[in-house]
C-alpha cells in the first residue's frame, strides 16, 4: 500500500505542509482564536459590539464570533468579508474603491454569487508574506469594522 498524494494529506496544527517547492502554513484554530480575540479586545475599546470571522487559505470558514449586541445581519458580512479579503488577496476596502463606476471592477460585488464584499472590514491574514486566510469584521461603521479588523489581523 502506498502513500497517500500530497494533496490529501492534511497539515498538522500548527505546522507547515510541503507541496512542491512551496511550503505553506496552516492558519489553525488556535491562530483564529488568538486573531478572533485581539480584533474583540479592539471593539471592546471603541464600544461597538461586532461579528469576527477568521476563513483559512482556502477560504473556509475556521472561526466566528458573534459579540453580545452585535447585528444577526452582519454575520454573513462579516464571513464574506473574511472570504473576499482571503479570495482576492486584497483588503475589501481597497477592493470598494477598484470597483467604483468608471472602473475597472465595477460590478464585482454581483460576482460570486453577491458574496464579494466591497466595504471596509475585511483583511487578507499573511504569514511569511503569504496570504494564509482572511479576516472579517461587521457591526459598525467602516471605520469601525476597518480598525476591528486591523488589530485581528496584527495579532498573527
Known sequence: MGSLPALLVRPVAGHSTST???????????????????????ANEIGQPQNIAVVDAGGNLVAH??????????????????????AFEIPTVDLGAFSQPGTQFYGIQVSNHGRVMIFAGGLPLRRDGRVVGGIGVSGGTGEQDQTVAEAGAAAL
Open 65 to 86: 464570533v458573534r459579540m453580545d449586541g452585535a447585528w444577526i445581519g452582519s454575520i454573513d458580512v462579516s464571513i464574506n468579508k473574511a472570504w473576499t479579503a482571503r
Open 20 to 42: 512542491g517547492e512551496h511550503t505553506v502554513s496552516a492558519l489553525t484554530l488556535a491562530d483564529a482564536r488568538q486573531i478572533i480575540a485581539a480584533a474583540e479586545a479592539r
